[in-house]
């Protein structure tokens, strides 16, 4: 009914134009006192062929509108056919279409290069920038003071910081970068803890963990950043306590800390690019891209993160892993 509406209203002035004829002749009829049946029955007749020439019409406009709705849901380059011309305005109406066509296309492929450039371009610097860090880790190793120390903790920050930008750039990659095979949790877990063993002494945070002893169907390397970059929010907001690893039931892992927590109205958004926080502004070196990788990565292995957090108490990040469960034919 409403398309059938539409359609009238855009008939609306050949409408009009017949009904003011028919005014005229009926008019002038009757001011010469002729037979008005002279020129009703013409005009019945019209009408009914016009009826006619409507109903083919509008069945035309219809089928018309129903293939515009199937391609309005294609994207610009699937766009092959258009309906037929039938008049002037449709080819005018085409012609820009196509026009548009090629300049979205023009725009992707510069736009596809540009990106293509700036990713190897970072993807060459993140290697090249892993030689002086290792460089650096190798002098610092045979040295044992505070300064060495201190030295070492700002330089694994840096890492974690290349690792990140290398994620970034993974993740915005088409390319697929998941290995998926049954992992132990207990050696991924460790693997990540070992990282951060210093810093854990040196901050005299206490570590409460206990093997969990259970196997998971994941990529290693990504599941590995994750809790890395967990474990790393973890310190850098706790300032003494502990952090706590356990395995929930359902296979849902979770890192908690005593740290200074996350404010309520915050959470909501804490998964989202470059959002800091109460938190991120008061310390003014957070990035907001940890959570958000975090969250982007989980959802390519197919898990569930989410953030339980109380102010001045503590946090606590659970990844539900339920999902990996081998299955046995």
Not at 173 to 195: G, M, P, R
Not at 286 to 313: F, H, M, Q, W
């Amino acid at each position: 009914m409403k398309l059938f509406k539409e359609y009238i209203k855009g008939r609306r002035k050949g409408i009009t134009a017949f009904s003011l004829f028919s005014a005229v002749f009926f008019a002038t009829f009757a001011l010469y006192r002729l037979p008005m049946k002279a020129v009703l029955y013409p005009t019945l007749l019209c009408l009914i062929i016009g009826i006619i020439f409507i109903s083919l019409d509008f069945s035309r406009s219809k089928r018309k509108h129903r293939q515009l709705s199937e391609i309005k849901e294609l994207t610009a380059a699937m766009m092959s056919s258009m309906p037929d011309i039938e008049s002037v305005d449709d080819k005018d109406y085409q012609d820009i279409i196509k026009s548009l066509q090629n300049e979205i296309s023009n725009l992707q492929t510069m736009t596809s290069a540009r990106y293509r450039d700036m990713t190897e371009y970072y993807t060459v610097w993140v290697h090249q920038i892993k030689t002086p860090i290792a460089s650096m880790r190798l002098t610092l190793q045979n040295e044992d003071t505070p300064l060495s120390r201190k030295l070492s903790s700002d330089l694994f920050k840096i890492e974690q910081y290349v690792e990140m930008v290398l994620a970034f750039l993974r993740l915005e990659s088409v390319s697929n970068d998941y290995v998926f095979k049954e992992y132990s949790i207990d050696a991924v877990i460790k693997q990540a803890v070992a990282k951060f063993a210093s810093e854990f002494i040196d901050r005299r945070i206490r570590l409460i963990y206990e093997p969990v002893d259970v196997t998971v169907i994941t990529d290693e390397k990504w599941l590995s950043f994750v809790i890395e970059q967990i474990l790393s929010n973890a310190l850098k907001y706790t300032r003494e306590g502990s952090i706590k690893i356990y395995m929930r039931e359902s296979k849902t892992l979770c890192i908690e800390d005593t740290g200074i927590g996350i404010a309520p109205e915050d959470l909501p958004r804490i998964f989202e690019k470059g959002y800091t926080g109460y938190n991120g502004r008061t310390d003014k070196k957070a990035s907001g891209i940890g959570l958000y990788l975090c969250k982007r990565i989980c959802k390519n292995l197919g898990a569930e993160i989410s953030v339980t957090s109380k102010p001045d108490i503590g946090t606590t990040v659970s990844i539900n892993l339920e999902q990996y469960e081998l299955k046995r034919e």
